[in-house]
T-cell receptor, first 118, second 114 residues
Framework: GAVVSQHPSRVICKSGTSVKIECRSL??????MFWYRQFPKQSLMLMAT?????????EQGVEKDKFLINHASLTLSTLTVTSAHPEDSSFYIC??????????????FGPGTRLTVT | AQSVTQLDSHVSVSEGTPVLLRCNYS??????LFWYVQHPNKGLQLLLK??????LVKGINGFEAEFKKSETSFHLTKPSAHMSDAAEYFC????????????FGPGTSLSVIP
């Protein structure tokens, strides 16, 4: 149980184009999903908290107009990297909390999406 | 401010020998603590978690960790390393102002020598 999927697993795009990454909770509902970014050999940095039916909350230094987040249902959140540039190349990971679980509980992570901008 | 420190960026052990990955945290309250493992180019898998119950927590794959409040530590151990344990390990603490959010440590890369 508590499986999170991401699609695509890998994507290569040209500079200036936009890329959408999907995060789905497959066997549970999640009012809250999280988007992280991970550079090579570094830890995960939280980009934003995605709340179903409301606007996402972005961490300091993350451009909300560049990283568009939509949480349209209790099982799907999307991250769109707009006008991508080579410096946006990274490993993007989403996670979700199981709805109804006590706060402070674990998050379940997706397998990640490797974005390469050429 | 909260923080998580993983004292070793890289640990190397021989197969069959014990593993110790160290984690210290700072928090003004009793947080939830987690250890996650990440294999190359993969997502994260939860190894174990502490949420104010028993201080010695047993996880998957033979790992365990002990919460020591007096030392603000949550070190991860395993009696006998296996080749498949080679991966990146992250100590994670729930954030003080928002239990939904977590803070990741910098990670420890574990190598297992045959």
């Amino acid at each position: 149980g508590a499986v999170v999927s991401q699609h695509p697993s890998r994507v290569i795009c040209k500079s200036g184009t936009s890329v959408k990454i999907e995060c789905r909770s497959l066997d549970f509902q999640a009012t809250t999903m999280f988007w992280y970014r991970q550079f090579p050999k570094q830890s995960l940095m939280l980009m934003a908290t995605s709340n179903e039916g409301s606007k996402a909350t972005y961490e300091q230094g993350v451009e909300k107009d560049k990283f568009l987040i939509n949480h349209a249902s209790l099982t799907l959140s999307t991250l769109t990297v707009t006008s991508a540039h080579p410096e946006d190349s990274s490993f993007y990971i989403c996670s979700a909390r199981v709805i109804g679980r006590a706060l402070g509980g674990e998050q379940y992570f997706g397998p990640g999406t490797r974005l390469t901008v050429t | 401010a909260q923080s998580v420190t993983q004292l070793d960026s890289h640990v190397s052990v021989s197969e069959g020998t014990p593993v110790l990955l160290r984690c210290n945290y700072s928090s003004s309250y009793s947080p939830s603590l987690f250890w996650y493992v990440q294999h190359p180019n993969k997502g994260l898998q939860l190894l174990l978690k502490y949420t104010s119950a028993a201080t010695l927590v047993k996880g998957i794959n033979g790992f365990e960790a002990e919460f020591k409040k007096s030392e603000t530590s949550f070190h991860l151990t395993k009696p006998s390393a296996h080749m498949s344990d080679a991966a990146e390990y992250f100590c994670v603490v729930s954030e003080e102002t928002s239990y939904d959010k977590v803070i990741f440590g910098p990670g420890t890369s574990l190598s297992v020598i045959p």
